[in-house]
């Protein structure tokens, strides 16, 4: 057996270089890059590795380790799952600064190494400069709250322990079922100590990311279930854009006259101006989507998760009447909502399934267009709302008084509302852009309002719904499509809670634009609180004083060395978007929205915890409200 002796961690980037994936017969390398933060636990482990030989890696220096996994989550989803980057940081605040970002990978099954250094194997110098000390484990280290947050986890105190776990996390990484974030932890001491490794372990190795076929059982089933229905409906999920089936949707869509509805994650698989496309459906979706869910007899759930979201909290649909299909990779997700069980992968599924539905048709009919177009005529009116001072109406109506609108005005210094600056936006921008947002409000109204006109250009994280995955993640898109300009779609509350790797954007010339939307507080959970009978509690961003905070966002990024502008009209915010565009460096432009103006709930539900008791009367009221709705709701 020919060896050669490494250390664990030139080991790994050695091992890294030769990763390649098969998909539909191409073959690639699997590991673009690896993002650092270099502390004492991985700077002469990892770090000394790399410098003597990082191979093809790109090595990127982050500047939080939230953010550049972030970053690295968003290349993956970018890549379709396809491609990866690593991410290594330092031990005890570094790792623990992964966990959001390992939990925004694992529910949005997105694969993602994270390599957060470990505390000494030999625990020769405990306590470890950032080591906790347990009084009942010494085993415990911060890299165990990584265990409910990764797909695979594991910890090296031994160079060999490497190879077997390289290669679990590996399988793991690149099986479209269980995608998502593989965590190896390697003490401090080990990433430096040698090995005698078998050569054949670096030999390249190839990972078939293949389509897994469904059975004829689950073939004929799904047929049978379709002909027999009068209304199906199809949810585009995550699964559906991951799998690349936006051409046999099309050709089923329109030759059985089904209408297509998609999740956050299955938006921009089919162009939204396709006739059939009704949308974002659930509590954040269209009046289109969300009128057809009601009406169908046979949902087909083509890679969903059915997330709460998606379901409206399990009201979305008439369960008396409607049946289930469910297209997924992962059992677990197909056994939902009590639904027929095709465990397989969605273009294939549908591609085999078309065959035998010859002369099939709904009765959805013209119905489909009709729906369509009522929910065109919305979106139109959403596009010019004008604000007046003497009597306004907000789309989130009776929360704020038309004084603290006017306040509102006045203190920012702007009459633009979200939604028009929205669609104006969709407008000025290149088709081909890509769109990036996970928290506030923004992810309602872009699902409901965007037209992602060409694939892939649509990136959402709502599985986690992490705030500070926008700006980061816009520099994982730009990292996977260069040549795209990428928006970064961001309220002031997830600009402020991270946008650390702008910098990291205006440091290695990566150009991503930053739109944000400052409404001066935490506007969708105001909406949420006042919806249910609170009054406005701590989420508006008042001072000591209680006066509305105005700040000047693009002055910070200007610091920075953003280029920058201030667009509280929408010719002003055209005439910056265009400008933009000329830009090589990264961009920020700041509106003032008003509050209250981004879009409301179109017939859906979202199910929350109101209190059972309280001293107001609206809280009991909406407390009553709610246990009336969840009547209507499957239990389970
Ligand atoms: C990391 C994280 N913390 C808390 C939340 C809960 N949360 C969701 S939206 C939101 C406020 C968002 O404010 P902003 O970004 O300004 O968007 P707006 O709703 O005002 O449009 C909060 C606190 C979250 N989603 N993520
Ligand atoms: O709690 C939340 C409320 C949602 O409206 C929001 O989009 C999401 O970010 C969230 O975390
Ligand atoms: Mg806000």
Not at 24 to 52: M, R, S, T, W
Not at 359 to 379: A, C, M, P, T
Not at 540 to 565: L, S, W
Request: hydrophobic fraction near 40%; proline fraction near 3%.
């Amino acid at each position: 057996m020919g060896t050669i002796r490494l250390t664990t961690a030139q080991a790994l980037i050695k091992f890294l270089n030769q990763q390649y994936i098969h998909v539909d017969g191409k073959e690639f390398p699997f590991v673009e890059g690896i993002f650092n933060v270099f502390g004492h636990g991985n700077v002469l482990g990892i770090g000394q590795a790399l410098e003597q030989d990082p191979g093809h890696l790109k090595v990127i220096q982050g500047k939080n380790e939230q953010g550049m996994a972030h970053a690295a989550i968003a290349y993956s989803k970018q890549m379709l799952r396809q491609k990866i980057f690593a991410v290594t940081t330092s031990v005890g605040p570094g790792s623990a600064n992964l966990v959001a970002a390992a939990g925004t990978a694992l529910s949005n099954n997105i694969p993602v190494l994270l390599l957060p250094a470990d505390t000494f194997a030999t625990r020769q110098p405990d306590p470890v400069l950032q080591q906790v000390e347990h009084e009942y484990s010494t085993a415990v280290t911060t890299n165990d709250a990584l265990k409910p947050v990764s797909r695979y986890w594991d910890r090296i105190t031994r160079p060999e322990q490497l190879m077997s776990s390289l290669i679990r996390a590996f399988e793991v990484m690149t099986d479209p079922a269980k995608a998502g974030p593989a965590t190896i932890c390697i003490s401090q001491d080990a990433e430096g100590e040698a090995f005698d490794f078998d050569e054949k372990f670096f030999e390249k190795r190839v990972h078939y990311l293949d389509r897994k076929l469904p059975t004829d059982r689950e073939l004929k089933g799904a047929a049978e279930l379709i002909k027999s229905s009068k209304k199906p409906l199809i949810i585009v999920g995550g699964g559906a854009k991951y799998s690349q089936a936006r051409d046999i949707l099309i050709k089923l869509s329109e030759k059985h006259d089904i209408p297509l509805v998609e999740t956050q994650a299955g938006k921009s698989t089919v162009e939204s101006t396709f006739k059939n496309n009704l949308g974002g459906i659930g509590v954040t979706g269209t009046l289109a989507a969300n009128k057809a869910a009601k009406e169908a007899d046979l949902i087909i759930g083509v890679g969903t998760r059915y997330t709460d979201f998606t379901t409206s909290s399990k009201t979305a649909f008439n369960f008396e009447q409607a049946k289930f299909l469910n297209i997924n990779v992962s059992r677990l997700q197909a056994y939902k909502m009590d639904g027929f069980q095709v465990v397989a992968d969605a273009k294939t599924t549908l591609e085999l399934l078309f065959p035998l539905l010859d002369g099939y048709k709904s009765e959805f009919g013209d119905q489909i267009v009709e729906l369509k177009e009522e929910w065109l005529r919305e979106r139109d009116r959403l596009s010019k709302i004008v604000f007046d001072r003497e009597n306004f109406t907000p789309e989130i109506k009776d929360q704020f008084s038309q004084e603290v609108l006017n306040e509102y005005a006045d203190a920012l210094n702007t009459e633009l509302a979200q939604t028009t600056a929205l669609l104006a936006i969709n407008e000025a921008v290149s088709p081909d852009s890509i769109i990036i947002g996970s928290a506030g409000s923004l992810p309602g109204d872009l699902q409901r309002l965007w037209h992602s006109t060409e694939p892939n250009t649509y990136h959402m994280e709502y599985g986690y719904s992490c705030m500070g995955y926008e700006v980061s993640g816009a520099l994982g898109i730009k990292l996977a499509q260069p040549d795209k300009e990428v928006y970064a779609m961001v309220g002031d509350g997830s600009f402020l809670m991270l946008h650390s790797e702008l910098v990291t954007a205006i440091q290695y010339n990566h150009k991503i634009n930053i739109l944000l939307f400052d409404n001066s507080g935490f506007g969708c959970i105001s909406n949420l609180q006042m919806g249910n009978g609170m009054g406005s509690y701590y989420c508006e961003f008042r001072t000591h004083d209680n006066q509305i905070m105005n700040i000047d966002y693009a002055k910070v990024a200007e610091g920075y060395g953003a280029k920058t502008y201030r667009a509280n009209t929408v010719e002003e915010l055209k005439a910056a978007l265009e400008d933009a565009k000329k830009q090589n460096v990264s961009t920020l432009i700041e509106m003032k929205v008003l509050p209250k103006t981004m879009t409301d709930g179109y017939e859906s539900w979202w199910h929350v915890g109101v209190a059972e008791v309280s001293e107001k009367e609206s809280v009991q009221k909406a407390y009553e409200a709610k246990q009336q709705k969840l009547k209507t709701a499957k239990q389970y």
